[in-house]
């Protein structure tokens, strides 16, 4: 009995890894255009915390998947712009007892990327919209609402952003 035993989870072990065989880890990003310049990122709304919440997390999600490696603008092969156009609210639910005032909002954030190669001056990516939305509950507070959710819509943003980045090919 102990036989099978063994035999049954070599015959998995094998299953296992030949399944595997396929996957790649890693990008499929050119490896000369990994290095990256990341600015501050313009914000063109009336929230000024927007623009430096949405950079940090950016720069975050860039470090923590860790296919681009943030340089100096001299440096960096890869450089990028992005500028937050607009940071609006749209009511979902009211609360029974006050219909005139919402309890929560859907936050959006709607940015603009563009992606140069500082060394060849192609654009790969040029003024393509990238947005992000969340939920914010206000608590009949509505400024209060929209200081806790930046931070979170700013963080689906940057996953956004990095999924467009990750997207490039070498022309």
């Given amino acids: 009995m102990k036989s099978y035993n063994l035999f ?3 015959i998995a072990c094998v299953a296992l890894l030949t399944g595997c065989a396929g996957y ?13 310049h990341i600015p501050a990122f313009e914000n063109h709304t009336e929230y000024p915390m927007v623009g430096a919440s949405a950079t940090q997390q950016f720069l975050d999600a860039v470090i923590e998947d860790g296919t681009f490696t943030p340089m100096s603008f001299e ?6 712009q992005v500028i937050i156009k607009s940071c609006s609210t749209d009511s979902v639910r009211y609360d029974r007892d006050n ?16 992606i140069f190669d500082a060394k060849t001056g192609e654009t790969y990516v ?4 990238v947005i992000a939305t969340d939920t914010m ?31 490039i090919e070498q022309k």
Wanted: aromatic letters at 6%; proline letters at 3%.
């Fill in 75 to 80: 440096t960096a092969r890869l450089r990028t």
């Fill in 8 to 10: 049954a989870a070599f």
């Fill in 99 to 114: 219909l005139i005032v919402p309890d929560e909002y859907y936050l959006t954030l709607t940015a603009e990327l563009y």
């Fill in 137 to 167: 509950l206000t608590r009949n507070h509505y400024q209060t609402g929209i200081n806790d959710a930046i931070p979170r819509v700013a963080r689906r943003l940057a996953r956004n952003l990095l999924d467009e980045l990750q997207s």
């Fill in 24 to 36: 790649q880890r890693g990008s499929a990003v050119a490896r000369e255009l990994r290095t990256i």
């Fill in 126 to 129: 040029d003024g393509k919209k």
